[in-house]
């Protein structure tokens, strides 16, 4: 490729960036901003002060809400890689009567919106004393359409895998387990790490279900607490909004930088055989 044709792909690239690059700037600058001067059309705040930031943790318990999401997060995202991987070498590599039609069935919870079972789901965890606890922030994902996915995405990889690899590792003497553990999970790196991603990106982003299963300040996840910055007449308080966002954004663009590759190459694959 010569220098100039280079030159126009990269100046190319950097102007496709700006509608993605420009929201996450003004998010960052304009939280040290003071609140009235927010909508102002600047590049960068005249004058910056860390008043924002500070008020984000003593107008609410931000930092237990924080982690709140974060742990919330982290076991719904390790509890559904278990779930998906062992439901998805199920299908794709264990021959059993009604094989293909349980996984339509299983897949037609794609089809169900989560606004259709809320009310029900409610019912249930209310009868069970779940209620205004974590359970079902954590439970719902790991057994609904986030877990559902995850199933879908792991099978198609599985399919993937050459035969020969079990086979060969029953005449070395292994058994299903062990041939799931040893051989199938290391090989499927790219696939969990696609479904590691989505699964964290969807429970940290999660917000129908906390508003209606969470009532307690003190356990409120991050996307219900960035709407209760408000002042004493119930206003936006912008400035504070954007810090706490800020702030909420920085576990997403670390797992997406850090898995991006494995995201990319676990969503390769889960088109290659059906």
């Known amino acids: 490729m010569s220098l100039k044709m280079r030159i126009f792909l990269y100046g190319l690239l950097l102007v496709l960036c700006v509608p993605f ?6 998010m960052i600058t304009s ?4 609140n009235a001067s927010i909508f102002a059309f600047d590049f960068a705040p005249s004058t910056w002060s860390l008043e924002p930031w500070r008020q984000v943790f003593t107008m609410q318990p931000f ?6 999401s974060a742990y919330i997060a982290v076991i719904v995202t390790l509890g559904t890689l278990v779930v998906a991987s062992m439901a998805g070498y199920a299908f794709a590599r264990i021959r059993f009567p009604g094989q293909n039609v349980l996984f339509l069935v299983v897949l037609t919870g794609l089809l169900i919106p989560s606004e259709v079972t809320i009310v029900p789901l409610f019912r249930m965890f209310n009868s069970l004393g779940m209620v205004d606890t974590h359970w079902p922030l954590i439970l719902v994902p790991m057994l609904g359409p986030p877990s559902v996915l995850a199933t879908f995405i792991m099978r198609q990889f599985f399919i993937t895998l ?7 590792a029953r005449i070395d003497g292994l058994g299903r387990p062990a ?26 982003n999660l917000y129908l279900e906390p508003v209606v299963y969470i009532s307690s300040q003190t ?8 709407t209760q910055f408000t002042d004493a007449y119930q206003g936006q308080l912008w400035n504070v909004q954007l810090s706490a966002a800020s702030m909420t954004a920085i576990p997403v663009l670390i797992v997406f930088v850090i898995a991006q590759r494995q995201f990319i190459e676990g969503l390769a694959h889960t088109g290659l055989k059906g």
């Not at 939280?31 to 003071?34: D, H, I, Q």
């Not at 930092?63 to 709140?68: G, I, V």
């Not at 356990?219 to 960035?226: G, I």
């Open 21 to 26: 690059v420009f929201p996450t700037w003004w």
């Open 31 to 34: 939280s040290f901003k003071p």
């Open 63 to 68: 930092a237990q809400q924080y982690w709140n």
């Open 162 to 168: 050459p035969g020969e690899l079990e086979e060969a």
């Open 179 to 204: 041939i799931f553990r040893r051989i199938a999970l290391p090989l499927a790196r790219p696939a969990l790490g696609a479904v590691a991603i989505f699964t964290f990106l969807h429970s940290w």
């Open 219 to 226: 356990k409120y996840t991050l996307p219900q607490a960035l």
